[in-house]
């Protein structure tokens, strides 16, 4: 059995007036992510994630900012094409570990809501889907409630 890990990192930056979508859940906060699409900061790091796996490039390439198609898609969206694309070239996902950082709102109300949302899209089972959230310790632009980080790792494996 061929199997594959990949790494996915990305950030955003916190702005008034946007939705805060994290994991395809809103949150409840006064301000939000700002990006192209819904600005989904870990739906974004596991697709890069799982992109990287498969040696696929990775998600500006495949859904790039310059392109309207995406402009305030749900990143959820992104995510299925992202499987179908490692599906074409035989892997299947075998779980999912992300981390956010971030300063606010508190995550952890959230994460079966956002484990339900990638069970939902990739196929695969609550219990090989990990969400964990931390924060910069009040340092830096994390820190300052300018922006939001997420990471994930996952691994693939040949069908």
Known sequence: MKIKVGFGFDVHQIKEGYPFIVGGVQLEHHAGAFGHSDADVLVHAVCDAILGAAN???????????????????????????MGLIQAKGY????????????????????????????????????????KATTNETMGFIGRQEGVVAYAVCLIERV
């Open 56 to 82: 696929l490039e990775d998600i500006g390439y495949h859904f790039p900012n310059t392109d309207m198609r995406w402009k305030g898609i749900s990143s959820l969206l992104l995510l299925k094409e992202c």
């Open 92 to 131: 299947q996902l075998g779980n999912i570990d992300a981390m956010l950082c971030l300063e606010a709102p508190k995550i952890k109300p959230y994460i079966p809501q956002m484990k339900i949302k990638l069970a939902e899209v990739t196929g695969l089972d609550i219990d090989d889907i990990s969400i």
